[in-house]
Antibody, heavy 127, light 113 residues
Framework: QLQLQESGPRLVKPSETLSLTCTVS??????????WDWIRQSPGKGLEWIGS???????YYNPSLQSRINISIDMSKNQFSLKLRSVTAADTAVYYC???????????????????WGQGTLVTVSS | DIVMTQSPDSLAVSLGERASINCKSS????????????LAWYQQKPGQPPKLLIY???TRESGVPERFSGSGSGTDFTLTISSLQAEDVALYYC?????????FGGGTKVEIK
């Protein structure tokens, strides 16, 4: 059964970079029928999609965060990672990684739903 | 961005009774070329991540009890729990995947009356 686990610092100072890694077990991250995603949840903004990465390295970002984020994939370690730069208190949230099913036709793929999700990790931005 | 609006924010239902949650999208999420609605529903219990219940607006995920059903098309959708059980107490979210950015509703809290 596929499992995802987030790891990384739980406390980040304002203006610094938040870095998280998602380790996938029970299945390969290199399958072409999935994207690999980051989603966050905060009391103020609810659930917010951050972005996706494909096994090819192609990425898809939420425009609201695009200028500050980078999502990468490491197939040798079966991991993908998130970097969010210049964080503020508004970036305090539970960060989830998730597998996203996609549907592809004619060489073009479409986003779908998220399943499964990691347990999530609370990252607090504070000095 | 497609804005997803859920109602009500919370509802209390007696055990064994029906619970209905509404989700409205700011634009249609029906893809005409395949006649599919690009909408999913999730359940989130305290301290846990969201769990997929339904996709394509009405297709139940494997292992999800039959009392959960999804309906609707275009911009208006409903998640129905036909006979509420104690283990169904949770937050429920809808999500559209018609367009990026992928967006979620604000959530509906279901409690026992």
């Amino acid at each position: 059964q596929l499992q995802l686990q987030e790891s990384g610092p739980r406390l980040v100072k304002p203006s610094e970079t938040l870095s998280l890694t998602c380790t996938v077990s029970g299945g390969s991250i290199s399958r072409s029928i999935y994207y690999w995603d980051w989603i966050r949840q905060s009391p103020g903004k609810g659930l917010e999609w951050i972005g996706s990465v494909y096994y090819s390295g192609d990425t898809y970002y939420n425009p609201s965060l695009q200028s500050r984020i980078n999502i990468s994939i490491d197939m040798s370690k079966n991991q993908f990672s998130l970097k969010l730069r210049s964080v503020t208190a508004a970036d305090t949230a539970v960060y989830y990684c998730a597998r996203e099913s996609i549907s592809c036709s004619g060489g073009k793929c479409h986003h779908n739903w998220f399943d499964p999700w990691g347990q999530g990790t609370l990252v607090t931005v504070s000095s | 961005d497609i804005v997803m609006t859920q109602s009500p924010d919370s509802l209390a239902v007696s055990l064994g009774e029906r619970a209905s949650i509404n989700c409205k999208s700011s634009q249609s999420v029906l893809y005409n070329s395949n006649n599919k609605n690009y909408l999913a529903w999730y359940q989130q219990k305290p301290g846990q991540p969201p769990k997929l219940l339904i996709y394509w607006a009405s297709t139940r995920e494997s292992g999800v009890p039959e009392r959960f059903s999804g309906s609707g098309s275009g911009t208006d959708f409903t998640l129905t729990i036909s006979s509420l059980q104690a283990e169904d107490v949770a937050l429920y979210y809808c999500q559209q995947y018609y367009n990026t950015p992928l967006t979620f509703g604000g959530g509906t809290k279901v409690e026992i009356k």
